[in-house]
């Protein structure tokens, strides 16, 4: 390799190539002939190809999927006490929850809770932000609306057992 | 001499044949190309996408075709039309077999039995640049043009070492009949005796074809999509299918004139058989072969890259041709002393 200066500099460099090819491989043919049999090859390989409606992809617990309300198991009641600070750490403004009394311990419960699907942005703030552990990042990742008022999800959409989401919250855990 | 009839259901026949294998082809090369990629390719369609070529002709048929408004309506249309036409012509020559004998009646398994096949074949298939320079020039687009430009460039340079590398087949052979020809390989095949003229003759088919290594004419990262930028619809497809003929032409003529056409390797199985059974075997081994070069071609085509231009030029010219030529010498040379 020798280098070409300019000022002191080195500018480009002048790349020797490897002269020294034997006549077999300065003939092409018997190289083309090995790259013809690693192509061969190729096709008797394990495919990688998802044929996605029949077989779907299962995502980790680390994935970020659609956000949703974790209601309890044993209860039968969200955890969410409808403190706001989902609504108020989420970048995208798309998170509305309207807060109501309740008789039950914990004393608040979200009236109202929307997230508009199509604003949210899937970074996971709310989940990282929610005292009790309420909102959680699920793995659904078909989402299909047809219309803006269809992508507003509310809790009929929102609400998730809490067994369902067994995965995320382990890993919710580990991770704190 | 046969009848009209004969010949026009010949034709017919050929002419079905043809189109219905360069369709399969177009399955087989996307299941091939996705297999090498370690993809799956087309499989939605009927038992392992066997239907796809099917939903793609229906697809392709009732696609809108658009003329842009500065071309050459004319040629616009014409082009896709001799592209198709001469592809369809250059096998009119080809005996898939020797003959079948129906009511007493000898019938030859090829639609013209020209004797001097050979000629007819340059000729014909030298014509093919037409529908290509046309249709760059009638487009009155940059790319297309500059792809009918290479199209033709290319495809002359290597008429040339093509033509060339079939001499030494005619010296070996004695004849420019191509059933000749293959009778002459009964016993040993052509490639034996021809192996570089054999090797020039791939190379320069993969360029006439406009194959992988070669296909400067459509270079998509280049030229988006060279001469049939501009065309859509049918008339794409006549391009389309046309390039599939011309690759399926190419793969029997390889087999004719190196292969032994329809001969078994080594063995003769046909004398003394039943003529009807051996004209239908012989077209079964010659397609077999040539399925295996076809093969060949679409293992070439993910496997090298694409030459630069000049680099083309100057495998054309100054590699192959001069050993084309070479090689009719030293054919020449050795039929005399022997």
Redesign the interface.
């Known amino acids: 390799m020798t280098e070409i200066k300019t000022n002191g500099r080195p500018r480009t460099r002048q790349i020797k190539r490897k002269s020294n090819m034997n006549l077999l491989e300065r003939l092409y043919l018997p190289e083309i002939i090995k790259g013809l049999s690693i192509t061969f090859r190729q096709i008797f390989k394990p495919k990688v190809t998802f044929e996605y409606p029949d077989v779907k992809w299962q995502p980790p617990a680390s994935f970020r999927g659609r956000p949703v309300l974790v209601v309890d198991d044993e209860t039968g009641i969200e955890r969410c006490v409808a403190c706001g600070l989902c609504s108020r750490v989420c970048p995208a403004l798309a998170i509305e929850v309207v807060a109501d009394e309740t008789e039950l311990d914990k004393e608040r419960y979200p009236k109202k809770f929307e997230i508009n699907m199509l604003r949210c942005i899937y970074c996971g703030l709310c989940e990282e932000v929610c005292p009790e552990e309420a909102i959680v990042m699920s793995k659904e990742y078909e989402l299909v609306f047809t219309s803006r008022e269809e992508a507003i999800f509310g809790k009929d959409k929102l609400l998730t057992p809490a067994s369902k989401l067994k995965d995320r919250l382990e890993f919710l855990r580990q991770m704190r | 001499m046969e009848t009209l009839l004969i010949v026009i259901i010949k034709s017919a026949i050929f002419i079905l044949l043809f189109l219905t294998v360069s369709a399969v082809l177009t399955y087989v090369e996307r299941r091939?190309s996705a297999?090498?990629?370690?993809?799956?390719g087309p499989?939605r369609v009927g038992p392992f996408g066997l239907f796809q070529p099917i939903a793609d002709v229906v697809k392709i048929i009732f696609k809108e075709e658009i003329i842009p408004a500065n071309a050459d309506r004319t040629l616009h249309t014409i082009a896709p039309i001799i592209s198709l036409f001469v592809a369809y012509s250059v096998f009119a020559v080809l005996p898939l077999g020797e003959k079948l004998v129906i009511d007493g009646k000898e019938i030859k398994l090829a639609v013209a039995d020209v004797n001097i096949g050979f000629l007819y074949i340059l000729a014909l298939s030298s014509l093919g640049v037409y529908g290509i320079t046309l249709s760059g020039w009638s487009s009155n687009n940059k790319y297309s043009l500059l792809g009918a430009l290479r199209a033709s460039a290319q495809m002359i340079s290597y008429e040339l070492s093509l033509g060339l590398s079939l001499v030494g087949v005619v010296l070996v052979s004695g004849s420019i009949q191509i059933d000749e020809i293959v009778r002459s390989q009964a016993n040993v095949w052509n490639i034996f005796y021809q192996p570089v003229g054999f090797?020039i003759f791939l190379v320069s088919a993969f360029a006439e074809t406009n194959r992988l290594p070669f296909d400067l004419p459509e270079a998509e990262p280049e030229l988006v999509a060279g001469y049939h930028t501009e065309y859509s619809g049918m008339k794409f497809g006549a391009f389309y299918l046309a390039e599939y003929t011309n690759i399926i032409t190419a793969s029997l003529l390889m087999t004719a004139f190196y292969f032994g056409g329809w001969y078994f390797p080594f063995v003769d199985i046909y004398s003394g058989m039943n003529p009807n059974l051996a004209g239908i075997l012989q077209v079964i081994v010659f397609f077999a072969k040539a399925g295996v070069i076809i093969f060949?071609f679409m293992?070439?085509r993910?496997?090298?890259p694409r030459f630069r231009y000049d680099q083309l030029m100057r495998l054309g010219w100054q590699v192959l041709l001069p050993l084309a030529l070479l090689n009719v010498l030293a054919t020449g040379l050795v039929k005399m002393i022997v």
Do not use: P
């Not at chain 2, 297999?35 to 799956?40: N, S, V």
């Open positions: 091939i297999f090498i990629q370690d993809r799956l499989n090797i060949l293992l070439v993910w496997t090298l």
